[in-house]
Nanobody
Framework: QVQLVESGGGLVQPGDSLRLSCTAS????????MAWYRQAPGQQRELVAI???????NYGDSVKGRFTISRDNAKNTVYLQMNSLKPEDTAVYYC???????????????WGKGTLVTVSS
């Protein structure tokens, strides 16, 4: 009922910046949570940043001070501004959202297909 589509990944050099976007579409009544996760080869998926309605964002320890999550509610879109990128930031970045499609429905977890970010010189 809801689709998440990420964009903005690519190949950058260490120290560069990149902005990811994720837009939710479909039958949407309310979006409670939007977040970014990442998964590097051979590693578990980890939380990068999360923003809940009416709350301040939270970040994984490895990205604090470098990444910023923001949300445009009118566009059902979440952004991840990534600055001072490091090779260890290389991963597939996934968008996640908790969405209810109807007023009577509890939030349902949705995931995007991911966008690859490669940081290399």
């Amino acid at each position: 009922q809801v689709q998440l589509v990420e964009s903005g990944g690519g190949l950058v050099q260490p120290g560069d910046s990149l902005r990811l976007s994720c837009t939710a579409s479909g039958i949407i009544f309310s979006i409670y949570v939007m977040a970014w996760y990442r998964q590097a080869p051979g590693q578990q998926r980890e939380l990068v940043a999360i923003i809940r309605s009416g709350s301040s964002p939270n970040y994984g320890d490895s990205v604090k001070g470098r990444f910023t999550i923001s949300r445009d509610n009118a566009k059902n879109t979440v952004y991840l501004q990534m600055n001072s990128l490091k090779p260890e930031d290389t991963a597939v970045y996934y968008c996640n959202a908790e969405v209810s499609s109807y007023y009577y429905e509890d939030g349902v977890d949705y995931w995007g297909k991911g966008t690859l970010v490669t940081v290399s010189s």
